[in-house]
């Protein structure tokens, strides 16, 4: 144990359990060094500037924050940082869109403790894996396994369904493009750009564009 590498690492959630959660575990496993605890994109921006980091805990559901442009923004600006996303989302497309963004493994929160610290080592040794325990929705967790728990809004699942197009309409109207000038910028048809705002305001449940522009403050998208 003297001998194995220290690992510094940056815990990234707005949830006060999940964070307690790392405390208690890393406690246990001096070789892992909790440096810092970010509850947002703008928080864990900073510390990075501060903090000598090797590894990244990142919840995917953070408020005020694009999680695919911090992801992207994380690959270029921190390449050496392992980042192990670590949600209760675990639909297919949302896991296989971050892990081409850049994310080195994907776990979730019904880990259990030793596969949390697995991961670590994995990750560290260059692999890039999408861990069991997201495939493990209906397997009930024994209490014995500490599993880390958290409840979360379902904003998020409807977001991960928008398309790359999708997403950029959100953006312009939100920033007061109209269908006409949004078709121009994106050198689509104004129909098409109709029909994607269709399509994205019944993905995300949403009736009126006030609600469309919320949901893109709160998801951080403008």
Same mark, same amino acid.
Request: without cysteine; hydrophobic residues 40%; charged residues 30%.
């Given at each position: 144990?003297?001998?194995?590498?220290?690992?510094?690492?940056?815990? /990234?959630?707005?949830?006060? =359990?999940?964070?307690?959660?790392? *405390? %208690?575990?890393?406690?246990? $496993?001096?070789?892992?060094?909790? &440096? #810092? =605890?970010?509850?947002?994109?703008?928080?864990?921006?900073?510390?990075?500037?501060?903090?000598?980091?090797? /590894?990244?805990?990142?919840?995917?559901?953070?408020?005020?924050?694009? *999680? $695919?442009?911090?992801?992207?923004?994380?690959?270029?600006?921190?390449?050496?940082?392992?980042?192990?996303?670590? !949600?209760? $989302?675990?639909?297919?497309?949302?896991?296989?869109? &971050?892990?081409?963004?850049?994310?080195?493994?994907?776990? !979730?929160?019904?880990? !259990?403790?030793?596969?949390?610290?697995?991961?670590?080592?994995? &990750?560290?040794?260059?692999?890039?894996?999408? +861990?069991? +325990? @997201?495939?493990?929705?209906?397997?009930?967790?024994?209490?014995?396994?500490?599993?880390?728990?958290?409840?979360?809004?379902?904003?998020?699942?409807?977001?991960?369904?928008?398309?790359?197009?999708?997403?950029?309409? @959100? @953006?312009?109207? %939100?920033?007061?493009?109209?269908?006409?000038?949004?078709?121009?910028?994106?050198?689509?048809?104004?129909? /098409?750009?109709?029909?994607?705002?269709?399509?994205?305001?019944?993905?995300?449940?949403?009736?009126?564009? #006030?609600?469309?522009?919320?949901?893109?403050?709160?998801?951080?998208?403008?």
């Amino acid at each position: 144990m003297e001998n194995q590498e220290k690992h510094k690492i940056i815990i /990234t959630d707005n949830n006060p =359990i999940v964070i307690e959660g790392f *405390i %208690s575990l890393f406690k246990q $496993y001096p070789e892992n060094e909790i &440096v #810092g =605890i970010a509850h947002d994109g703008e928080d864990l921006r900073m510390l990075l500037k501060k903090a000598s980091v090797d /590894t990244l805990f990142l919840d995917l559901n953070l408020p005020s924050t694009n *999680i $695919y442009r911090l992801i992207k923004d994380l690959v270029v600006e921190h390449g050496d940082v392992k980042i192990i996303a670590f !949600s209760n $989302y675990t639909m297919p497309k949302l896991v296989q869109d &971050v892990m081409e963004f850049g994310v080195h493994a994907y776990l !979730s929160k019904t880990a !259990s403790l030793n596969e949390i610290l697995d991961t670590i080592d994995r &990750v560290h040794k260059d692999e890039r894996f999408i +861990s069991v +325990s @997201v495939y493990q929705k209906d397997i009930k967790p024994r209490p014995e396994d500490n599993k880390f728990s958290l409840e979360l809004k379902n904003e998020f699942v409807h977001f991960s369904a928008l398309t790359e197009r999708e997403m950029d309409i @959100v @953006v312009l109207l %939100s920033r007061g493009y109209t269908n006409k000038e949004m078709a121009e910028k994106l050198y689509l048809s104004k129909y /098409t750009i109709e029909t994607h705002r269709k399509n994205l305001m019944k993905k995300l449940k949403l009736k009126t564009s #006030g609600q469309l522009i919320y949901f893109a403050v709160q998801q951080g998208l403008v």
